[in-house]
């Protein structure tokens, strides 16, 4: 089972600042078959990105995603207030498996 | 277009057994695989494995085999999770998805196990 590892827990930022979140993975991961989402409250995870760098429909351009083999980033170029929340990390190369999440909280 | 509406929250005791039910619409159920997904409290999502709603074939995911069984009735387009046995931290959300479709997840449904 591939294990994905977040990083940080939790970042405490201004509106107007850039997030950077890290996913690491246990082993290489196939095709760059990882994904990005973000939760809030009582809702189902939401996907922003697929692919590693490929934004879902409707999500803005502040969002992005990079990486390949073992490490992959979600940036957030420019916090809005509705983009804080956890943002999760999803392998689907090998099975599929999800990050432990990184909050996104306001400093 | 796509929804995927779940049976509502439950609380059952220790031992007992609990099925949810996902129902499928706005697309051919038949199609695409159903996922399910568990989330405890304060916790991330956890992949439960899927079910090919061909062939009715079930995949479980490391850590969900044996007490958790996947099924269909595709006569009214609904996945089906039954868990048996039922223990304390089985307490959670748990989201069917129709992952290969596209981002289709349930509404959750919450299970709470408590004496």
């Known amino acids: 089972e591939i294990v994905l590892t977040q990083s940080p827990g939790t970042l405490s930022l201004s509106p107007g600042e850039r997030a950077t979140l890290s996913c690491r993975a246990s082993q290489s991961v196939s095709g760059s078959s990882l994904a990005w989402h973000q939760q809030k409250p009582g809702q189902a995870p939401r996907l922003l990105i697929y692919?590693?760098?490929n934004r879902a429909t409707g999500i803005p351009d502040r969002f992005s995603g990079s990486g390949s083999g073992t490490d992959f980033t979600l940036t957030i170029s420019r916090l809005e207030p509705e983009d804080f929340a956890v943002y999760y990390c999803q392998q689907y190369g090998n099975s599929r498996t999800f990050g432990q999440g990184t909050k996104v909280e306001i400093k | 277009q796509v929804q995927l509406v779940q049976s509502g929250s439950e609380l059952q005791k220790p031992g007992a057994s609990v099925k949810v039910s996902c129902k499928a619409s706005g697309y051919t159920f038949t199609g695409y695989a159903m996922h399910w997904v568990r989330q405890a409290p304060g916790q991330g999502p956890e992949y439960m494995g899927w079910?090919?709603?061909?062939?009715?074939?079930?995949t479980y995911a490391q850590g969900f085999t044996g007490r958790f069984v996947f099924s269909l009735d595709t006569s009214v387009s609904t996945a089906y999770l039954q868990i048996s046995s039922l223990k304390a931290e089985d307490s959670a959300v748990y989201y069917c998805?129709?992952?290969?479709?596209?981002?289709?997840w349930g509404q959750g449904t919450l299970v709470t196990v408590s004496s």
């Open positions: 079910i090919n709603t061909n062939t009715g074939n079930p």
């Open positions: 692919g590693a760098s």
């Open positions: 998805a129709a992952f290969d479709l596209g981002d289709y």
